[in-house]
T-cell receptor, first 117, second 117 residues
Framework: GAVVSQHPSWVICKSGTSVKIECRSLDFQATTMFWYRQFPKQSLMLMATSNEGSKATYEQGVEKDKFLINHASLTLSTLTVTSAHPEDSSFYIC?????????????FGPGTRLLVL | AQKVTQAQTEISVVEKEDVTLDCVYETRDTTYYLFWYKQPPSGELVFLIRRNSFDEQNEISGRYSWNFQKSTSSFNFTITASQVVDSAVYFCALSVTPMDSSYKLIFGSGTRLLVRP
């Protein structure tokens, strides 16, 4: 089946540093990838939609200058948390949209746990 | 606006009991997709099912079954003869056919299922 990977799986960093998270679709091309954030015991909240070759579309309330998204190829999207602060500590999950004929499904990566000290 | 409601925050059952997780959705679109995902303690989302709005047939997959009722805007999920390994958070999600091709998933708040031995 379709596989989406994320790297790193967890990261601990000091406040003020930037952290880059990679999302890769391993066996299919994804023109669209999505980035979600999940706080403990809460649901997934969509942060942005990443389209290959164009600018990401951010959800209301998400700072695009803080959460930089780059979708440089059909199999890779990156999320960079710039100048991270403790409140950015969360579980970040990406998904990749796969089209097979008329069927569309999103496959999720394993997530990246970010802890900002 | 689209919305997904999972009214059950937590459910606790004893192994081998049947359990139904409720999902109610709201959308004005006539074409939409409904999903169920499982999130075990590891955090990785596991795709369980995708159903489009034109297919009201109920589906059974092993111990899992889904009941889609457009008349009540519900897409309930039943686990028969529950097992400890079923313990996880289960999310219901909605995706509509968008004008901007974003195919965003809107998640419910999740239901935490605990199956006790």
């Amino acid at each position: 089946g379709a596989v989406v990977s994320q790297h790193p799986s967890w990261v601990i960093c000091k406040s003020g540093t930037s952290v880059k998270i990679e999302c890769r679709s391993l066996d299919f091309q994804a023109t669209t990838m999505f980035w979600y954030r999940q706080f403990p015991k809460q649901s997934l909240m969509l942060m942005a939609t990443s389209n290959e070759g164009s600018k990401a579309t951010y959800e209301q309330g998400v700072e695009k200058d803080k959460f930089l998204i780059n979708h440089a190829s059909l199999t890779l999207s990156t999320l960079t948390v710039t100048s991270a602060h403790p409140e950015d500590s969360s579980f970040y999950i990406c998904s990749a949209r796969r089209l097979a004929g008329r069927r569309e499904t999103q496959y999720f990566g394993p997530g990246t746990r970010l802890l900002v000290l | 606006a689209q919305k997904v409601t999972q009214a059950q925050t937590e459910i606790s059952v004893v192994e081998k009991e049947d359990v139904t997780l409720d999902c109610v959705y709201e959308t004005r679109d006539t074409t939409y997709y409904l999903f169920w995902y499982k999130q075990p303690p590891s955090g990785e989302l596991v795709f369980l099912i995708r159903r489009n709005s034109f297919d009201e047939q109920n589906e059974i997959s092993g111990r899992y079954s889904w009941n889609f009722q457009k008349s009540t805007s519900s897409f309930n999920f039943t686990i028969t003869a529950s097992q400890v390994v079923d313990s996880a958070v289960y999310f219901c999600a909605l995706s509509v056919t968008p004008m901007d091709s974003s195919y965003k998933l809107i998640f419910g708040s999740g239901t935490r299922l605990l199956v006790r031995p």
